[in-house]
């Protein structure tokens, strides 16, 4: 009994010696670690409880926008766009929020909110969509370098048609032609080839061929006048490309 009594006696003093080496980091390094996950647990809590109450100023202006009360909207996006800046509610309340005032005529109310989207939008979709109409608005307003400059950035690949179909308006509003087509063809090189969109975008792009054959074919009538052949008629040529269908054309979307 004694031999076992003198190897546990120095086991324990082992130990001892063991703790007194390793036992000031063990502790620190369980403190730490507590530490740690009362922190992510905390965060968890933290950013759950800013998404809920975004959540509700969120549902307060889908609420408005149903009935079309850009105003009723204005207190709520303020809030969610000064304190939750950071969620995922913040940038699609903007969204919503531009399309009520470029509906109410407040397109530079619009051009702000989107603005505020490309800036603090944390997914490149939403940004990109920002992007999109924030250069249709400058379409409207006739601001065809801006829209470009806008439509320049990047953005994700299933944009692509898109953003070259709006350059294509933005460049055949300015007169630039043969930019334009050049715009559509990639358009037409990437939508579905299926797709309503495509033909539509189809229909501007040889639009924009007829009216240049229209143009360099416009000399004949004086040259036949002056020979004293009455001349015929030039046809009218619109001085923009067609309108966008209701599901694709307009800030108002």
């Known amino acids: 009994m004694g031999v076992y009594d003198l190897q546990e006696q120095e086991q324990i003093d082992d130990l001892k010696a063991w703790w007194a080496r390793y036992g000031g980091t063990i502790t620190v390094a369980l403190v730490l670690g507590a530490l740690v996950v009362a922190g992510i647990q905390?965060?968890?809590w933290y950013t759950a409880k800013r998404a809920e109450d975004a959540s509700?100023?969120?549902t307060a202006i889908?609420?408005?926008a149903r009935a079309k009360d850009a105003a009723k909207a204005k207190d709520a996006v303020s809030q969610i766009t000064d304190r939750y800046a950071g969620t995922a509610y913040a940038p699609r309340a903007a969204l919503m929020y531009a399309k009520m005032l470029y509906d109410a005529g407040d397109r530079a109310g619009a051009k702000t909110q989107l603005g505020w989207v490309v800036d603090h939008a944390a997914e490149d979709e939403i940004k990109a969509i920002a992007r999109y109409r924030l250069a249709q608005v400058q379409v409207?307003?006739?601001?065809y370098d801006a829209a470009l400059a806008t439509l320049d950035a990047v953005h994700p690949p299933a944009f692509d048609g898109m953003f070259a179909?709006?350059?294509g308006d933005a460049l055949a509003a300015a007169?630039?032609?043969?930019d334009a087509r050049t715009a559509y063809e990639t358009a037409l090189a990437k939508l579905d080839a299926k797709s309503a969109y495509r033909n539509f975008?189809?229909?501007k792009h040889d639009a924009l061929g007829a009216a240049a054959a229209a143009t360099s074919a416009a000399p004949a009538p004086a040259a036949a006048a002056t020979a004293g052949t009455p001349p015929a008629l030039a046809p009218?040529?619109?001085s923009e490309a067609p309108a966008k269908p209701a599901a694709q054309g307009g800030a108002a979307k």
Do not use: I, P
């Open 42 to 44: 905390g965060w968890r």
């Open 56 to 58: 509700v100023l969120y």
């Open 62 to 64: 889908s609420d408005a």
């Open 140 to 143: 409207d307003e006739k601001q």
């Open 165 to 167: 179909d709006l350059r």
């Open 175 to 178: 007169g630039r032609v043969a």
């Open 201 to 203: 975008v189809q229909v």
């Open 236 to 238: 009218t040529v619109a």
